[in-house]
């Protein structure tokens, strides 16, 4: 073999290709570039996520004046566009990672298939924000959920076939990571449609404030903290199996 190519094989990731003596520049590991932004969107999902939180825990104090609790709430539309992004786009982002690794044969057509519908995931979110309170919004809040719904379903049912079959995908920490990937779309699907609290709070309007409707937007922003806890530890627990790829 050539002398340079043995060497190059030595060569971490960024450099991989890249042949001593050879003038020109070292060929970019496109592999570890998907990496990388796989964990961008990572950081920022669960980053953006503690902003929300610690919204949730203002907006549900009714000693704030209801102009101080609007504002909060208004905040947390914004921030959340991070969050629902980032989910948009990590599956094209780990399929390229998939195509990589070998660990399915991703089609290239099955690859555009996935950047198209995380891309138009992305720009409803944004346009859920540009259309609020018209009835454009609400038929996308409705498509929203109907995606939400159907992709936690196909995520789950490839998981829980792949782990207690071996097929479609033979690889145990992967089928695992799909399983609890489709857990997420459920989860955030149960935050959108029935617990409400910013809402609720946003409907009292200034001057609305009584104790039972204060009871009701602590107990469902309570609700909606667990429920965003248990999104967190899903988030987390997709990253580990992807990181460390456990056997059992
Ligand atoms: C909640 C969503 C997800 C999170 C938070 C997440 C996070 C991560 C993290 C942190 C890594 C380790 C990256 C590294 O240091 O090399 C990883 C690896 C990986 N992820 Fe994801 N991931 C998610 C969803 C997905 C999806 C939907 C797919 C595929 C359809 C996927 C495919 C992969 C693959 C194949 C690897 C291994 C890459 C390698 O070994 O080079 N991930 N993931």
Redesign the pocket.
Known sequence: MHEGAIAARTLPGWFAGFEPGHVGVASLDT?LLW?YV??V??VY?LGADVGLYLVMIFARNPSLSFETRATLIRLAFYIDLFPRVC?AL??PV??Q??R??G?YPVSGRLLALAWTAGVLWSVLHLALIRFKGTNIARRLRLINQVYELLMGGFFISVGFASLTTGAPIGVEW?AA??LL?GL?FWVILGIDVVFQPFSMILRMGPGGSTVEKERAVTRATNITMAWAILLYV??LA??FL??L?PLW
């Open positions: 592999h990496a796989h964990i969107l990572f999902w989910f990590i599956l780990g399929m990672l998939v990589g690794t660990l992967f990571k799909l990937f997420i899903l988030v997709v990253a992807g990181k790829k």
